[in-house]
């Protein structure tokens, strides 16, 4: 690290890392799963040693820790920095959209990356969590998600809780809080209610700070250009 790390945390923060490579050859397909959940915590002044057999994934790991390659799902932070569903945020803020990202996770793979895609698309449905899980559902080629669980960086609105229950997500973890239009804590808490035939567990506040301060950045942004 060329900066000092002074927030609080592990410099190197890595947790459930998986990496699946799929060679081909002719019509024949292999999956090789070369990490499977590694977690990895390394505080300010550690050493990281990486120890194993030949092919037991060292290289990928170290590829993974430092950015070369992106993990087929799990989460790496640097000074607390994440790399997976804010990217997809940010990509949205570089397209004029709000920036909001969403990543499907089933089984220990990524099945699918989506941002807000409302303006370029002219449509008020095309949310990131809408939009990952219609990509999600089309891979997997089935509508019931169960098992799956949602990243996205902002508290889901109605519409989008709705759709994670109709969807039978397992899990949703999100970024920070939305006071005007959040349905998961904020103004309703749809996705506790015994009302309905699904429950969707809730982790909220993950990279709270980091989503709001995007959000924050592209409101001032919008504004200075009235
Ligand atoms: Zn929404």
Redesign the pocket.
Known sequence: MSEAWSGNGPVIAASALHKRFVERSGAARLDVHVLRGIDVAVAAGETLAVVGASGSGKSTLLHLLGGLEAPTSGSVLLCGRDFTTLDAAEQAAGRGEVPVGAVVVVDGAVLAVAHNERETGNDPTA?A??VALRRAAATLGSWRLTGADLFVTME??P??AGAMVNARIRRVYYGCHDPKAGAVRSLYQLLDDRRLNHRVDVVPGVLGTESAALLKAFFERLRRRD
């Open positions: 949310h969590e809408v889901p609105c519409m989008c």
